[in-house]
């Protein structure tokens, strides 16, 4: 019988919940002595305060949240807080001369061409200060610290009214004293605990990608403190006392106490949930390719699965102007989502998104005061959504109020019928979403006809086979749950911190007992966090690498350690032959340089069984609910609907048929061929 040691529980729940920008979604596991059941909820998002949203779905689940063992979640907060700049007021305290460094940047435009463009600094001018220091890039002092500058310019920014404090020093990486230092002063001024040292969260060399890192983690942490202080507070009046997790955005969790000390680790951690749980999908189903497509309410996500392993980078740009040297998944984000608001520009071309009419008031055919058209308004006019299904509607809205809207914005300054019209809202849709497929695919050396297209969200499973059709990939998998995979993703997350110090050394003159000391220290730091979460953790992985270049060289080559006492010959000879294999090319007459030591500590938690998401039904007969008429290439068909729910395993479904379920809905379009494989996946051959 399993027990949970701390409540001596005969049934444990772990809840996972994922806020987007429409919908906040949970999903909840009982794992007790008659196996796993699973509950779900999916409600509106609350843009005011998510806290209550998260507290709106686990009601919504049927659950108390006093009888939750364990909450993880995944938060956009961050991430839409940096994009719409509704973000804390920052100070920063740099080196004397290199104030404007956040600005001047990498001499790159906004815009590509023309003379003109704006950037924003998410720290203005007039709130940087400098103060009289200087290290070398050897981590020699060669300006001593001006302790009273330090305070002075601490003073003048609390007066200023900041609430957060950046302090960024030249070459910290090397040696952080100065740094150190200066915050020993400033936390003993400083109203509150948001005191950011650039070193702390990235010991890294490139001063302006550390110092725009260290910008974000600042702007950003009165934010994601309150918000987890809010969402601990309603959950514990409601009697919650267990463990809270939070999504970073590396694919890993990390506890609730730490997560604002680190707190630009969480931009991306909605998408990479998703990618997480793609990954967990595609291990139990024999896969290893995929391209992972995520259409929301508001927006698509696209990344890509090679050999199992997500892509991870450590060279995320948020917006224009701020880099993030902090190893994420790899998404790329466009803004078409179901919510994209449709209509014809002032030259007469029709245009879709990036604005959204999310969920508040939501696309038309939500009823909730929506009177521009949408993508989802586009689908359902086309016959492709069933109105009557419809998540967040709260009043009905005839599909003639959306004919109305859509006659009025597209079909007659176009001349279309409002077929046409909203057949083009889609296609127009899709190409958005296949650049973004091509950027994380084609641009990289991939062929995606060597993948599958791993499609969820809302949305996504909806458009995935035109998809398909356009970009030569040959089948499409929707998971048991699309519109919840986000939250799978919670479920199955691992704990994982990282850690990344610059040596920038050559080979021939490092002292490698050093590199030795250092790699260690890296493990320690990161399992002391991971350790306190023990009754999640099966077992846990150490992965050490190092990123390292030829003399002269720019771009970096991350090579993976065998073992923390490398040596000088087994670095070298690592590094040639992933050098070769990237470039087919052999320089042995050049040293390398190890540049950076990552450490990443892994606490894999325990594998989630994926066949329960779904009871698969008797038959094909008892799935079938019937026909629909159903608008695809310029003309209209008869479809078979049919309830996901219902499905038996090895199901064969031939298109144009619609699959619909609770959190999302699968459009098979003529051509064709869906099956049901062995944990419940939906398989789309194109």
């Avoid at 725009?212 to 600042?218: D, E, I």
């Avoid at 038309?364 to 086309?382: H, K």
């Avoid at 690592?574 to 390398?592: G, M, N, T």
């Avoid at 729910?645 to 031939?654: F, K, S, T």
Wanted: glycine share 10%.
């Amino acid at each position: 019988m399993f027990v949970d040691e701390r409540s001596e529980s005969t049934v444990r729940r772990v809840a996972g919940i994922d806020v987007g920008g429409t919908f906040t979604d949970l999903l909840l596991t009982e794992t007790g002595p008659e196996g796993v059941a699973v509950r779900f909820a999916k409600v509106p998002t609350t843009i005011a305060n998510q806290a209550h949203g998260v507290v709106a779905a686990i009601e919504a689940a049927g659950i108390a949240p006093a009888d939750l063992d364990l909450v993880i979640h995944g938060t956009t907060a961050t991430t839409n807080a940096v994009l719409e700049r509704k973000v804390a007021r920052v100070g920063l305290i740099t080196t004397e001369g290199f104030r404007d460094v956040l600005e001047l940047g990498r001499r790159t435009r906004p815009n590509a061409y023309g003379l003109f463009g704006t950037f924003d600094p998410l720290i203005p001018r007039e709130l940087r200060r400098e103060v009289p220091e200087r290290m070398t890039a050897a981590g020699t002092v060669r300006t001593s610290l001006d302790e009273g500058a330090v305070e002075a310019a601490v003073r003048a920014l609390v007066e200023d009214g900041c609430e957060a404090l950046v302090i960024h020093f030249l070459h910290s990486y090397a040696n952080p004293a100065h740094e150190i230092r200066a915050g020993e002063i400033a936390r003993a001024l400083w109203p509150n605990d948001y005191v950011t040292l650039g070193h702390a969260l990235l010991s890294e060399f490139r001063e302006y990608e550390r110092g725009t890192t260290a910008a974000v983690n600042a702007a950003v942490q009165p934010i994601l403190d309150r918000y987890v202080r809010r969402l601990q507070a309603d959950l514990s009046a409601r009697g919650f006392a267990r463990d809270l997790l939070v999504m970073n955005g590396n694919g890993g969790t990390v506890p609730a106490g730490h997560v604002a000390q680190e707190a630009a680790k969480t931009v991306m951690s909605g998408p990479a949930s998703g990618v997480m749980a793609a990954a967990a999908t595609l291990a139990q189903s024999g896969l290893t390719n995929a391209i992972t497509y995520d259409m929301g309410g508001t927006s698509t996500d696209v990344a890509l699965i090679a050999g199992g392993i997500p892509e991870v980078s450590a060279e995320l740009t948020l917006a224009y102007g701020l880099p993030i040297h902090l190893p994420m998944v790899d998404v790329r984000t466009v803004g078409a989502g179901g919510g994209s608001i449709a209509g014809v520009d002032r030259a007469g071309m029709l245009r879709v998104g990036p604005e959204s009419a999310g969920s508040e008031p939501g696309p038309i055919g939500y009823g909730r005061g929506g009177t521009r058209p949408t993508i989802t308004d586009a689908n359902l006019m086309l016959g492709r959504l069933d109105p009557a299904r419809l998540n967040a509607v709260t009043a009905g809205v005839g599909l003639d109020t959306i004919r109305e809207a859509f006659t009025r914005d597209i079909a007659g300054p176009l001349g279309l019928t409002v077929e046409e019209a909203a057949a083009a809202v889609i296609r127009l849709g899709n190409v958005h979403m296949s650049g973004a497929i091509r950027m994380v695919s084609l641009s990289r050396g991939y062929d995606p006809r060597d993948f599958v297209l791993f499609a969820f969200g809302g949305a996504g499973p909806l458009h995935a086979v035109a998809l398909a059709r356009e970009l030569g990939i040959p089948e499409v998998l929707v998971p048991a749950r699309p519109g919840l995979t986000n939250a799978l993703g919670c479920l199955v997350a691992d704990l994982r911190q990282d850690r990344v110090n610059t040596v920038n050394r050559s080979l021939d003159g490092l002292d490698m007992e050093s590199v030795h000391a250092l790699l260690g220290a890296q493990a320690e730091s990161a399992l002391a966090v991971v350790s306190e979460e023990r009754a999640e953790i099966e077992e846990v992985a150490v992965i050490q690498g190092a990123d390292m270049q030829f003399r002269g060289q720019t771009h970096l080559i991350r090579v993976a350690l065998p073992h923390a006492r490398v040596s000088r010959e087994e670095l070298q000879a690592l590094f040639e032959a992933a050098y070769f294999k990237r470039f087919q090319v052999r320089l042995p007459e050049i040293r390398a340089v190890l540049v950076n030591l990552v450490t990443s500590v892994i606490g894999r938690r325990k594998p989630f069984p994926l066949a329960a998401l779904l009871e698969p039904g008797p038959d094909l007969d008892a799935a079938r609910l019937g026909t629909r008429q159903v608008y695809a290439d310029g003309i209209w068909h008869d479809a078979a609907i049919f309830s996901r729910e219902a499905l038996p395993i090895g199901a064969r479904i031939e298109g144009p048929a619609v699959v619909q379920q609770l959190d999302a809905t699968t459009l098979i379009e003529p051509g064709a061929v869906a099956t049901v494989d062995a944990i419940g996946n939906l398989r789309v051959r194109v």
